[in-house]
């Protein structure tokens, strides 16, 4: 498996919604090894000729994208995996997780902050 292919899991949520294999002549390239090829193309911005060997026949990389683009296939995957994803991985608003809900209490002027007095500056006639 090269780096950026379909995990394992990756690959059980998304193969369910894919077309049965088969093809015209009843022998299709596995779907997982052409879609990694359609991922790479989509992530490196290959030409499709450049795609490499072990996505199989750049042709047939091409063809299923092609078809799949016209057929709906690739419409319908989103909606279809996204339901399966956990609700945990989305990310809630700060304030969610507990962050504070009050702004921060800015100390009146001419006091010092963390002290309930005034200040004392060195020249105030009335320090001492």
Known sequence: MGRGDLTNREWSLLEPHLPPLGGQDGRWNDHRTVINGILFRIRTGVPWRDLPERYGSWKTVYERHRRWSADGTWDRIP??????????????????????????????????????????????????
């Open 79 to 128: 909606h279809a995996v996204q339901a399966g994803v956990d609700s945990t991985s989305c990310r809630a608003h700060q304030q969610a997780a507990g962050a504070r809900k009050a702004k921060p209490r800015v100390p009146k002027k001419g006091r010092r902050p963390g002290t309930t007095g005034p200040t004392r500056d060195s020249d105030d006639p009335g320090a001492a």
